[in-house]
């Protein structure tokens, strides 16, 4: 079983809509939740973290974060069609360091 | 934010060279940074973790003869990627860990080995 697991879509959206990536980990003792995007061809780049249990937004993103079952989510509203990229979910787990474990990643299509 | 810099961008060498790749934290001091690969349509994999003033630790399967890296500063990590072979052509990425726990990637160096 992988220890970070992402739906590697496409997820297709229309443009204006809201977008929804799931992860979910295995690691319990996880303390540290990261979600990236990476373009094609491109390194990723940091979108937002989240540490605690909850919502934590910032612009049109907002991270998910449910330690009890041990997922954690991005939504991405007013979707546009720059946002087409893999989103890379990342964790850091208690007994790992400062080492990041990553998803598979989702790729999602944002359709005009 | 936090800015990555590597260089350089893309390399091609011959089979049998050594190629060096820098990678520089501009706006931060970097205790730890991280060198990545990522082959085509596959997910990022670790290979390093890069320590200021000491030996870098290897993750398994990555030979640490043949990928050297030296972490001089607190600013700069190298790696070398000794008698490069063909199997060796990948997208080269890393990272610089700031004063907490987020990782900011540099832009990465795509290497090619004829």
């Known amino acids: 079983q992988k220890e970070v697991e992402q739906n590697s879509g496409p997820l297709s959206v229309p443009e204006g809509a809201i977008a929804s990536l799931n992860c979910t980990y295995s690691?319990?003792?996880?303390?540290?939740f990261f979600w990236y995007r990476q373009y094609s061809g491109k390194s990723p780049e940091l979108i937002m973290f989240?540490?605690?249990?909850g919502d934590k937004e910032d612009g049109r993103f907002t991270a998910q974060l449910n330690k009890a079952s041990q997922y954690v989510s991005l939504l991405i509203r007013d979707s546009q069609p720059s946002d087409s990229a893999t989103y890379l979910c990342?964790?850091?787990?208690?007994?790992?360091?400062?080492?990041?474990?990553f998803g598979g990643g989702t790729r999602v299509l944002v359709k005009p | 934010g936090a800015v990555v810099s590597q260089h350089p961008s893309w390399v091609i060498c011959k089979s049998g060279t050594s190629v060096k790749i820098e990678c520089r934290s501009l706006?931060?001091?970097?205790?730890?940074m991280f060198w990545y690969r990522q082959f085509p349509k596959q997910s990022l994999m670790l290979m390093a973790t890069?320590?200021?003033?000491?030996?870098?630790?290897?993750e398994q399967g990555v030979e640490k003869d043949k990928f050297l890296i030296n972490h001089a500063s607190l600013t700069l990590s190298t790696l070398t990627v000794t008698s490069a072979h063909p199997e060796d052509s990948s997208f080269y990425i890393c990272?610089?860990?700031?004063?907490?726990?987020?990782?900011?990637f540099g832009p990465g160096t795509r290497l090619l080995v004829l």
């Open positions: 990272s610089a860990l700031d004063d907490g726990e987020t990782q900011y």
């Open positions: 690691d319990r003792g996880s303390q540290s």
């Open positions: 989240i540490y605690s249990n």
């Open positions: 990342a964790v850091n787990g208690e007994a790992a360091g400062n080492k990041l474990t």
């Open positions: 706006d931060f001091q970097a205790t730890t």
């Open positions: 890069s320590n200021e003033g000491s030996k870098a630790t290897y």
